[in-house]
């Protein structure tokens, strides 16, 4: 049987997993990317970002002779399918910017062999469609939609054991073969109409971040009546209609852009059909309020402006070195607002990664906690093994807000701490 050459179109995170784990599954790959200098560190076994076995597996493909990275275009032509995995870029107001997509398509309507396209890169219900509309019909194209469901330091597990895979097409053929593209991964899939699977994206990231903001409204109030959220979350998650996999944990807010872009979606299209979106419209209002809330709980025992703050913690999340639109940078950007001074440890970067001169970064969580007033956890990894007293010792202040609630809290009757966690009272 011949084996089958897939396109990949677009290098960065989904583009890279997508690549490296068709290679592992045994299909023959062309990685394609118009960075250039992307495209050499690919061929070192360098991906643009960290994922944890990445390099790894990329290294794997290339060596035998399964993956060949290329910024050259007409590359497509020798493959039997196109998989689309160009990264969207979001604005301030997290809408996605889809140009680059099009672009490529107006490319591909004059290249020869396959016109065969699975997408996978996040874009509003309606995209493909008007994508495919750019390869002339006697090319006979044919597209499918496959939302990706990639976690960042989770991204290859994801990919080679989902549970299932949905195939959007509206051509019942064509969904047929690309079932048989990924059968080597999953042979659970669920196939139907494209735009029915560009709304599954938006539906699952809108339910997600429903759950954040739920958790974050319920952690107010808590803390209003001198409850226990996280108690409460734990009784809650024993409902077997709930369950312990919801991100119910009070404290953090979704951030990175990745889910604010599929409830941002879906209030266009609310917009766009005169159809109203109130449950859409709170959960961003929650989010986008939810870190001046928590800010304005650490002011209530520092006086922010002129202080010296750690920030422990930069990258959006475990296991991985991406800093868009992190968690870290949006505390960074609060505090600086309220005229604060900021220290940061954050083992994921290189120093010369933050470019605010006004920043110090330090190479351990203690000693960039040495002589403030504050600090801010924002990532559990960072202050791994550590307890709250050995912080505060450190410390001139004595107030730790601790938003993933990740220090071990010992008996500190007589220490004076105060341990500020989101879901309870401190």
Not at 23 to 33: L, Q, R, S
Not at 199 to 213: G, R
Not at 368 to 386: H, I, N, P
Not at 413 to 420: A, E, L, Q, R
Request: hydrophobic residues 40%; proline residues 4%; glycine residues 6%.
């Amino acid at each position: 049987m011949k084996v089958q050459t897939i396109a990949v179109v677009g290098l960065w995170h989904l583009g890279c997993v997508t690549a490296a784990c068709l290679a592992k599954a045994g299909k023959n790959v062309i990685g394609i990317d118009n960075d250039q200098e992307r495209i050499l560190n690919l061929k070192q076994g360098q991906a643009p970002l960290y994922e944890q076995g990445l390099d790894d597996l990329i290294a794997e493909g290339t060596d035998s002779g399964r993956i060949y990275f290329t910024s050259e275009l007409q590359e497509m032509e020798k493959a039997d399918f196109v998989w689309i995995t160009q990264d969207t870029p979001l604005d301030e107001d997290d809408n996605c910017d889809i140009s680059e997509l099009f672009a490529y398509f107006e490319d591909f309507r004059t290249r020869k062999g396959t016109h065969q396209y699975i997408v996978s890169s996040q874009v509003p219900v309606g995209t493909c469609e008007k994508l495919i509309q750019a390869i002339p019909d006697d090319k006979k194209p044919n597209i499918a939609y496959i939302p990706e469901n990639l976690q960042l330091g989770k991204a290859i597990t994801c990919f080679q054991s989902p549970n299932s895979i949905v195939i959007g097409s509206d051509n019942a053929d064509y969904a047929r073969l690309v079932a048989n593209v990924v059968s080597s991964i999953c042979d659970n899939t669920i196939t139907c109409g494209i735009r029915t699977a560009e709304m599954v994206k938006h539906a699952i990231n809108c339910f997600l971040a429903t759950t954040i903001s739920f958790s974050n409204e319920l952690s107010e109030l808590a803390v209003k009546m001198n409850a226990n959220a996280y108690d409460v979350v734990k009784a809650m998650q024993q409902e077997p209609r709930i369950g312990s996999k919801l991100p119910l944990l009070p404290g953090p807010w979704f951030s990175g852009g990745t889910l604010a872009r599929d409830v941002c979606t879906m209030q266009a299209i609310g917009h766009k059909t005169h159809t109203s979106t109130p449950l859409f419209n709170a959960i961003m209002s929650i989010n986008n309020n939810h870190l001046n809330k928590l800010i304005d709980r650490l002011a209530e025992h520092v006086e922010l402006q002129g202080a010296q703050v750690a920030v422990l913690g930069l990258v959006y999340t475990e296991g991985t070195d991406t800093l868009r639109r992190s968690p870290g940078l949006q505390v960074i950007a609060e505090l600086q607002r309220r005229q604060a001074m900021i220290r940061v440890f954050e083992p994921m970067i290189k120093a010369n990664q933050i470019t605010d001169s006004s920043i110090t970064v330090f190479d351990t969580a203690l000693d960039a906690v040495a002589d403030t007033d504050a600090v801010v956890v924002v990532r559990a990894g960072c202050v791994k093994y550590l307890e709250i007293t050995q912080l505060v010792q450190k410390m001139s202040g004595r107030v730790v807000l601790d938003i993933w609630a990740a220090i071990p809290v010992s008996d500190n009757k007589n220490t004076n701490i105060i341990h500020i966690l989101p879901g309870c009272k401190e």
